[in-house]
């Protein structure tokens, strides 16, 4: 059975910390893991990672996907109040069109 | 988002009342997913439907759930007999198109079940 595990559930730390988020999947056909942030309801896209793309950046995120441990971390350097949301991660595969996601992680940064 | 269009963006109803929820995704992904997030809880997969492939239903939590989709475009989620559990909010999604940045969820249905 396909699935995505993330870790932790959820973590509470203060404002200018460091945090990494864990996603680690087992499916068959894996085409891309994707890492979207939710805030109030609809979540918004952050990172798509592939077997070419493997690294991604974007202003204080990061990305990394590592094909042979099959898992992907989030990093968010220099935290603010406004990254406090449910981090999901998801994995994309090659039989139609299927995306399976993990639970989230909830992010809470303390000022 | 530009892609997924959903309504009604919010509802509140009374319980044992019947809801429908509508899907309407830009015409041309013949997938198309229901989610719903409840309070506290991750993502929850509802209904999966692929072209002319029969729906995976797997995933709605009791037979007072069910959907449709007409046409291979609009998709109506509809409870019935809705319970206070059913509070969430039901997202609709479909897969990322030509470009991975696309949006790929619906903005969402906040159903609130008094």
């Known amino acids: 059975e396909d699935k995505v595990v993330q870790s932790p559930l959820s973590l509470v730390v203060h404002e200018g910390d460091t945090v990494t988020l864990n996603c680690s999947y087992e499916?068959?056909?894996?085409?891309?893991l994707l890492w979207y942030k939710q805030e109030k309801k609809a979540p918004t896209f952050l990172f798509m990672l592939?077997?070419?793309?493997i690294e991604k950046k974007s202003g204080r995120l990061s990305s990394i996907l590592d094909k042979k441990e099959l898992s992907s971390i989030l990093n968010i350097t220099a935290t603010q109040t406004g990254d406090s949301a449910i981090y999901l991660c998801?994995?994309?595969?090659?039989?139609?069109?299927?995306?399976?996601f993990g639970k989230g992680t909830r992010l809470h940064i303390l000022p | 988002g530009a892609g997924v269009s959903q309504s009604p963006s919010n509802k509140v109803t009374e319980k044992g009342k019947d809801v429908e929820l509508r899907c309407d995704p830009i015409s041309g992904h013949t997938a198309l997913y229901w989610y719903r997030q409840s309070l506290g809880q991750g993502l929850e997969f509802l209904i999966y439907?692929?072209?002319?492939?029969?729906?995976?239903k797997s995933g709605l939590p009791s037979d007072r759930f069910s959907a449709e989709r007409t046409g291979g475009s609009v998709s109506t989620l509809t409870i019935q007999r809705t319970q206070q559990e059913d509070s969430a909010v039901y997202l609709c999604?479909?897969?990322?198109?030509?470009?991975?940045?696309?949006?790929?969820f619906g903005p969402g249905t906040r159903l609130t079940v008094l």
């Open positions: 592939t077997s070419s793309g």
């Open positions: 999604a479909i897969p990322r198109g030509a470009g991975y940045n696309e949006q790929f």
């Open positions: 998801a994995v994309e595969t090659n039989r139609d069109d299927k995306i399976i």
């Open positions: 439907f692929q072209g002319n492939s029969a729906p995976d």
């Open positions: 499916v068959t056909n894996f085409r891309s």
